[in-house]
């Protein structure tokens, strides 16, 4: 695969009158050219296009019924928790009837649970 045209740009850093490099408002990184910020986005599209995940996994990558992919990350309950409670996420329970008994309502919104619903082990 031959080299993207605008790939020799990717690392071209703006100078200042001397020829020294700048550096970037952190005062730590050296500062890219407008030029260079173009590549690099335009790489960072190219390869998204190229190794996106998949919205359909062929049968080939599937092992015992599940996806075999080559990316992921770690995630523990704590992790999906806080993702829950951030996004508000909403679990109806209108067809459990022992849920919503135990909740008061048919819909429960993870972000907005009490002290003691977050407790409660069986809810």
Not at 7 to 12: N, Q, V
Not at 19 to 30: E, H, I, K, L
Not at 70 to 86: I, K, L, N, P, V
Not at 92 to 103: P, Y
Request: net charge negative; glycine share 4%.
């Amino acid at each position: 695969m031959a080299p993207h045209p605008d790939d020799k740009y990717l690392f071209e850093f703006d100078l200042d009158e001397n020829g020294n490099m700048q550096f970037d408002t952190d005062g730590m990184s050296a500062k890219f050219t407008d030029r260079a910020k173009g590549a690099q986005a335009a790489k960072w599209k190219r390869l998204d296009e190229m190794f996106a995940p998949r919205k359909i996994i062929p049968s080939r990558l599937l092992a015992s019924r599940a996806p075999r992919l080559a990316y992921g990350w770690a995630c523990t309950r704590e992790y999906f928790w806080h993702y829950a409670t951030h996004h508000n996420l909403a679990m109806d329970v209108s067809e459990d009837a022992w849920l919503k008994e135990q909740a008061g309502t048919t819909s429960i919104k993870l972000g907005e649970l009490t002290q003691d619903q977050m407790r409660n082990k069986e809810l």
